[in-house]
């Protein structure tokens, strides 16, 4: 089973909203640096964003304003609501968890499979 698991993708009009969801099987996000990122096709995959374990966050700026992320140490998710969208936001959605506890992002971290988002009307 994958160690990452994200939901809630599909298809929205313009100005719609979507919340995705990653849940984690084995482990825990509590003590974790975890973050969304998103990769359209053609493009590398970017940071959308992402929380640290005292619950700083950081937003790209082509979304900031228009989405949240959080997370919920009852449930073990890190949600993304994602307000406003556009068709610019089409791509899919990854999210990450830090291998390493109350430390940054390394390149050895947790990944999900994906979800699609896709913003069309």
């Known amino acids: 089973q994958a160690p990452l698991v994200e939901s809630g993708g599909g298809l929205v009009q313009p100005g719609g909203s979507l919340r995705l969801s990653c849940t984690a099987s084995?482990?825990?996000?509590?003590?974790?640096?975890s973050g969304w990122y998103r990769q359209a096709p053609g493009n590398q995959r970017e940071m959308v964003a992402s929380?640290?374990?005292?619950?700083?966050?950081e937003y790209a700026d082509s979304v900031k304003a228009r989405f949240t992320i959080s997370r919920d140490n009852a449930k073990n998710t890190i949600d993304l609501q994602m307000n406003s969208l556009k068709p610019e936001d089409t791509a899919v959605y990854y999210c990450?968890?830090?291998?390493?506890?109350?430390?940054?992002?390394?390149?050895?971290?947790?990944w999900g499979q994906g979800t699609q988002v896709t913003v069309s009307s």
């Open positions: 990450r968890r830090g291998r390493l506890p109350y430390r940054d992002f390394t390149g050895d971290d947790y």
């Open positions: 084995r482990s825990v996000f509590s003590n974790y640096k």
């Open positions: 929380i640290t374990t005292f619950g700083s966050t």
